[in-house]
């Protein structure tokens, strides 16, 4: 089964910028639809970015639209958010998630995904 492990999270300063990667192994990585999760304590976790199979449809949270980027690399199975102008309020654990059906992507309700990775931690200071 393919196992997916988050990497790039840390402490900045606000409207710095990070850059999270998610790499996959197994072989059928390209087939699947990908998504960033964050979560702080005591609150669900929450939907940040999606994208499709083939990279070509990408899909955002209202709070991260135009200074989030997610992209990925089928040849490197490795997904990737690059987060500018990081605020106070992005501060939380950020987790790669995949849909191995594939077939639908941008989906924004945690349970539409079956493989999660073990998180990283962001955290943006005032």
């Known amino acids: 089964q393919v196992q997916l492990v988050e990497s790039g999270g840390g402490l900045v300063q606000a409207g710095d910028s990070l850059s999270l990667s998610c790499v996959a192994s197994?072989?059928?990585?390209?087939?699947?639809?990908l998504a960033w999760f964050r979560q702080t304590p005591g609150k669900k976790r929450e939907f940040v970015a999606g994208?499709?199979?083939?990279?070509?449809?990408?899909y955002y949270a209202d709070s991260v639209k135009a200074r989030f980027t997610i992209s990925r690399d089928n040849a490197k199975n490795t997904m990737y958010l690059q987060m500018n102008t990081l605020k106070p309020e992005d501060t939380a654990v950020y987790y790669c998630?995949?849909?191995?059906?594939?077939?639908?992507?941008?989906?924004?309700?945690?349970?539409?995904?079956?493989?999660w990775g073990q998180g990283t931690q962001v955290t943006v200071s005032s």
């Open positions: 998630a995949a849909d191995t059906s594939g077939v639908v992507a941008g989906l924004q309700e945690s349970y539409e995904y079956d493989i």
């Open positions: 994208i499709s199979w083939s990279g070509g449809r990408t």
């Open positions: 197994g072989d059928t990585f390209s087939s699947y639809a």
